[in-house]
């Protein structure tokens, strides 16, 4: 016997007539709409940079407003990193910083000269670590200060753990009755 899915399918929905019902609203005529997207492969520092580039003189919360973007501190972040590359340029005597694209064009850069500055920074870190230039080693702490003979009974309770503390403590309850 087939299952309860397959009997509605075969029996029961062909007779429903489903193409043939009207509802209320349907008053025969269609209207298509049209639904604007950006490529999928468009980032959002090229979308803030096309901003810019049809709104010159924009400052980073006139971009965010416009965009819809609650986070300004994202959209004044990569307006900054494009000014520091030299693709926007930044008017500081206004408050707020007004932008200006430099160029009409927005650079892409290829995957080889992607990994090429990857390689470029990769050995300048490795050279940099090889003179000592490299991040800070840490330093481990010690427990007790260098050069005490004898611990203190604090530094032996400050070190240990609740569970040690409480075997500790069984043990000089044998120990000295109590």
Do not use: C
């Amino acid at each position: 016997m087939a299952d309860l899915q397959t009997e509605i399918f075969r029996k029961v929905l062909p007779q429903m007539r489903l193409n043939e019902l009207k509802f209320d609203d349907d008053v025969g005529t269609t209207t298509e709409i049209k639904v604007e997207t950006e490529k999928a492969t468009t980032n959002q520092t090229e979308l803030l940079w096309r901003y810019i580039r049809d709104n010159p003189g924009s400052s980073a919360s006139d971009v965010a407003k416009a965009k819809g973007i609650t986070d300004y501190k994202n959209v004044a972040t990569r307006i900054n990193q494009l000014a520091k590359r030299g693709v926007l340029r930044q008017d500081t005597n206004e408050h707020p910083i007004k932008n200006y694209v430099v160029d009409k064009l927005y650079p892409r850069i290829s995957k080889d000269e992607k990994l090429a500055r990857m390689n470029a920074a990769r050995a300048t870190l490795l050279d940099k670590r090889a003179r000592g230039e490299g991040k800070p080693k840490k330093v481990k702490k010690m427990g007790r200060p260098i050069g005490s003979g004898k611990p203190t009974p604090n530094s032996i309770i400050k070190s240990m753990s609740v569970l040690e503390a409480r075997e500790l403590y069984d043990q000089l309850k044998q120990i000295f009755g109590g």
